[in-house]
């Protein structure tokens, strides 16, 4: 059954269409981050800003390369740690990547997720997917896939059934550059943690 519905939502990513899944906190929603007019149908569903970045996620850290022109090396031990988990890390991006996708900058948003049915939905397309919670611009996020059939109705190419989703604080989102990190959106992870993380890394590069 499964099976048959990750191959469903791959079919409609690949056409263009909208797949809505389950993350650890809400149902987000999937698009191919590398088909413009696929972002395109995806920022009208939600009435999103079209300078307001769409985040993304990966199933495993070898599809980085697809998004980022190159990974910071703060980046490394936060990977390490808090990957899979709620945890975006904003990076620099290719410059092919959409616009939409980036917002008209020049970084990309990436998480891997720890939501085993999102991992699988990404690893069955095979790349990377964009993962916009489920609602309106400014609404609250659908948690059920019947919210999300109330909120979309028949403008979802499919949904990936995983129950009901707790809520909760989203994913927190650090910046990460050369000379350092910056907290753009607080979240699961607390930012303390993330200080701690790197303050520990470069003690022990210190000791080495």
């Known amino acids: 059954m499964l099976a048959r ?17 389950p993350t650890e906190t809400s149902y987000g929603l999937a698009v191919d981050p590398f088909n413009p007019q696929a972002l395109t149908t995806l920022f009208a569903l939600k009435k999103r800003p079209a300078n307001k970045p769409v985040l993304t996620l990966i199933s495993a850290c070898s599809q980085l390369p697809l998004l980022a022109r190159e990974v910071p090396s703060l980046c ?15 990076m620099p991006a290719r410059p092919e990547l959409p616009a939409l996708l980036t917002g008209g900058t020049d970084s ?10 999102a991992c699988s939905l990404v690893a069955a397309m095979g790349g990377p ?22 909120a979309f109705g028949d403008q979802m190419g499919a949904i990936l059934e995983g129950g009901p989703t ?12 050369r000379d350092g990190i910056r907290l753009v959106r607080a979240g699961g992870v607390p930012f303390g943690e993330v200080h701690d993380v790197l303050a520990d890394a470069q003690r022990l590069r210190g000791e080495r």
């Open 5 to 21: 519905q990750l191959a469903e939502a791959v079919r409609v990513l690949r056409g263009g269409g909208i797949v809505a899944f």
């Open 76 to 90: 490394e031990p936060l990977i390490l740690s808090f990957w899979p988990g709620p945890l975006t890390l904003i």
């Open 108 to 117: 990309v948003g990436v998480r891997l997720s720890s939501h085993p049915l």
């Open 129 to 150: 997917l964009t993962a916009t919670s489920a609602n309106l611009a400014g609404a609250v996020p659908c948690t059920t896939a019947t919210e999300v059939r109330a």
């Open 166 to 177: 707790p809520g909760g604080p989203p994913s927190t989102i650090v910046a990460c550059c």
